[in-house]
């Protein structure tokens, strides 16, 4: 029995390998390659300021449109962002009357529910 440790998408899992019986073809020798650092995360996209007042997914999907712009004066209900989720369009709109100070997503963008996607001012 040989052990090995192995690291998969910064997962680090120990394994145990039983060897072949005596008579057996040998196995091709393992080759071991250095660790891969993980990926950091990419900074959330920010643009102008942050607001003090969040909008936020309230399903996990992913950005299908921009239907405001950093600057633009929406009034409560407007739409905001677009999600996909489940093949339909759900509209993201503002919490309350406001200027829009930041989005922080892109078009194409996978969210979670709850997720901050723009503030307002």
């Known amino acids: 029995m040989k052990s090995y440790t ?3 998408n910064g997962n680090v899992y120990d394994v145990t390998v039983e060897e072949k019986a005596a008579g057996a073809a040998p196995a091709a ?3 071991k390659k250095a660790p891969v650092a993980p990926k950091a995360a990419p900074a959330p996209k920010k ?4 607001g003090n007042v969040k909008v936020t997914a309230g399903a996990a999907g992913k950005v299908f449109k921009l239907e405001a ?3 633009q004066q929406v ?7 677009v999600i ?3 093949k339909m369009e759900i509209p993201v709109v503002a919490p309350e009357a406001g200027t829009v ?3 922080d997503v ?7 529910s709850g997720a901050v996607l723009a503030t307002l001012n």
């Open 29 to 31: 020798p393992v080759q």
């Open 47 to 50: 643009a102008a300021g942050t």
């Open 6 to 8: 192995i690291t998969v």
């Open 84 to 86: 996909e989720a489940m």
């Open 101 to 103: 100070a930041s989005i």
């Open 106 to 112: 892109a078009v194409g963008d996978a969210v979670e």
């Open 69 to 71: 712009a950093v600057g």
């Open 75 to 81: 009034e409560k209900g407007a739409p905001i962002v």
